[in-house]
């Protein structure tokens, strides 16, 4: 399998080297030169999660061999997950299915791709494995961050600095960061939001001269964002297997399509289960959930990308994003791999903030994609709502995404089966749902999540135990415009 460029300014490679690479350095993702197709025959539902995405993975990485690729996926996926099914599908009624992808050591959605990919990048170094360490370097809006920290934590030949909006995460999350213990990771708190986060450190991996430094210090650049095809390639895998988990839980039958739901910010989540579909996955419509922060509503709408619009802090900071890294990939496919395009709307966007895509796509991906958002109240009102129903507890994401789903069905009738990610641990935004439950404002996350297990009876989940107590190894807090210094000075 070959990769290229969505600015077409690079040569094709294979999958190591994008994976080492994290990023085109000079500008631009990597992307499969095509998507090789998978029969629903290949799969079965008697099938173990690590044996799904082995057959889903191998199709991608083919210049890893067998054994390398399945002895990455065992170790990744074991006694870390809470749950021996790793990814369970609760079913919230006969025609709609919870994906609960927080079972890893941080209980987010970015465990099912940060337990995998610091092994597949460790793998892609190995021709280089005496000369060269790499610095992986993050920006964060919130679960990426404690999630790459743990992933690639004491992994010999690694750093890891990850770059998180001081006031733009909630407190359990910055404590989850600011407590990771490891001799190779950094937490650095950022005076600016997540899109200041991202774009400094995508100036750092285009830099020329931080790059030149770099070597001189024996280092190359790495990055564990979803700008990474090694962090997308393991979430392609889970939508198969949810597929799998609908059929078993009869909400499907094998064959049937399907909606999925995705609640999201950098578009890295819902574009695996685009590239899914590409692969063969049976999807009727992909429903793109926002929260205020609504710029991906408004581009599925309307074909404009305008970032120049009020940032809102919210009650589910990983979706507070205007800029989504991914969305470059699904307009490459769009374009059908018009590299030069891709370039006149990213040339656009820098230079005017803004940008409107040709007619014709815009056509395409509104046939297949839809975009809703929630706002606060709407939010809480959904946590209420469900457990009231079911006694059964949802995040401050995964709230967005089943508002903008049940508002989805009721515009549109297409009560087609669905599948909606659940992204996060309940307990990661306590004082949030805690809220949504009681109409109750408690301004510490901590006694708040004391108050939520009291008030449901559901456990907090073992890598949130005692998050209180833990020693703050990570104190760090800059301005945006000193990250390259930082980078540089921790080479």
């Given at each position: 399998m070959k990769y290229m460029s969505t600015r077409d300014n690079w040569q094709e490679s294979e999958s190591r080297e994008v994976i080492r690479l994290g990023m085109v350095p000079e500008g631009g993702l990597f992307v499969p030169s095509k998507f090789p197709a998978i029969s629903l025959e290949e799969l079965k539902t008697?099938?173990?999660?690590?044996d799904c995405a082995y057959k889903i993975m191998n199709k991608y990485l083919t210049d890893y061999d067998d054994y390398e690729l399945k002895d990455i996926i065992t170790?990744?996926?074991g006694?870390?997950?809470?749950?021996?099914?790793?990814?369970?599908?609760?079913?919230?009624?006969?025609?709609?299915?919870?994906?609960?992808?927080w079972h890893g050591p941080t209980a987010a959605f970015k465990d099912m791709a940060l337990q995998c990919m610091p092994r597949l990048l460790i793998h892609a170094l190995h021709p280089f494995k005496e000369s060269v360490k790499v610095m992986i370097l993050v920006a964060t809006s919130g679960d990426t961050g404690k999630a790459a920290l743990e992933g690639f934590k004491n992994m010999g030949g690694t750093r890891i600095i990850t770059f998180y909006p001081e006031e733009g995460v909630s407190i359990i999350q910055k404590q989850q960061m600011v407590t990771t213990n490891g001799m190779n990771t950094r937490a650095v708190g950022v005076k600016g939001n997540f899109d200041d986060c991202q774009t400094a450190v995508k100036k750092s991996f285009q830099d020329k001269n931080l790059r030149a430094k770099a070597k001189q210090k024996g280092y190359i650049f790495s990055s564990a964002n979803s700008?990474?095809?090694?962090?997308?390639?393991?979430?392609?895998a889970y939508y198969f297997w949810a597929y799998l988990q609908m059929a078993n839980?009869?909400?499907i039958r094998i064959g049937d399509q399907v909606n999925i739901c995705v609640p999201t910010g950098n578009f890295g989540n819902i574009l695996a289960s685009y590239y899914a579909y590409k692969m063969g996955l049976p999807v009727r419509?992909?429903?793109?959930?926002?929260?205020?922060?609504n710029i991906l509503t408004d581009f599925i709408n309307t074909g404009d990308y305008n970032v120049k619009r009020t940032f809102h802090t919210t009650v589910s900071p990983s979706m507070d994003i205007l800029i989504s890294s991914n969305l470059e990939r699904l307009i490459f496919d769009l374009l059908e791999q018009d590299g030069k395009r891709v370039c006149d709307y990213y040339d656009r966007l820098k230079q005017e903030q803004s940008f409107t895509m040709d007619p014709r796509p815009i056509n395409v991906m509104q046939k297949l994609f839809y975009g809703g958002y929630a706002g606060e109240e709407d939010t809480f009102n959904m946590i209420a709502d469900v457990f009231n129903k079911k006694g059964y507890m949802l995040d401050t994401h995964t709230a967005v995404g089943f508002y903008v789903l049940k508002n989805y069905r009721e515009i549109t009738k297409d009560m087609t089966p669905a599948l909606l990610t659940a992204t996060a641990n309940p307990y990661k935004f306590p004082a949030a749902v805690y809220y949504a439950l009681t109409k109750e404002k408690?301004?510490?996350d901590f006694k708040a999540?004391?108050?939520?297990?009291q008030k449901t009876g559901i456990p907090v989940p073992r890598s949130l135990l005692d998050i209180e107590t833990r020693d703050v190894t990570n104190r760090d807090v800059i301005n945006i415009e000193d990250i390259r210094t930082y980078i540089e000075q921790n080479l």
């Open positions: 008697g099938l173990s999660y690590k170790r990744s996926y006694s870390n997950f809470t749950s021996p099914d790793i990814a369970p599908l609760y079913k919230y009624d006969d025609i709609t299915g919870f994906l609960e992808l700008i990474n095809w090694g962090r997308l390639v393991p979430q392609i839980s009869r909400i419509r992909f429903i793109c959930a926002s929260n205020k922060n408690v301004l510490d999540l004391k108050l939520l297990t």
